[in-house]
Nanobody
């Protein structure tokens, strides 16, 4: 069992920056792939960025490329999302998630943290 706790959400003006952090508990958490997802009101949840267990490989959805950076901590049981040049359309609840590398779907989810970008 893995538990995820997110922090760092808030209100920011367009063009500003926020950094989200997520800490995973559990003795095998450092071996999991981790990622950030978001869900805006009235929309389906979408992937934002994911990173493999070593931190060597990352994927970004097109709308955040060049603005967001995902990274893992040295102990590999934390993941952060640095969000720069925020846009109004980035407003959403952001969720941290993780999965075993061999799993097809993300298995464990955090409670979510609200990011609101004012235009």
């Amino acid at each position: 069992q893995v538990q995820l706790v997110e922090s760092g959400g808030g209100l920011v003006q367009a063009g500003g920056s926020l950094r989200l952090s997520c800490a995973a508990s559990g003795r095998t958490a450092s071996t999991y792939d981790m990622g950030w997802f978001r869900q805006a009101p009235g929309k389906e949840r979408e992937v934002v960025a994911v990173i493999n267990r070593s931190g060597a490989s990352a994927y970004y959805t097109d709308s955040v490329k060049g603005r967001f950076t995902i990274s893992r901590g040295n102990a590999k049981n934390t993941v952060s999302l640095q969000m720069n040049s925020l846009k109004f359309e980035d407003t959403a609840v952001y969720y941290c998630a993780c999965k075993r590398t061999e799993a097809f779907e993300y298995e464990y989810w955090g409670q979510g943290t609200q990011v609101t970008v004012s235009s």
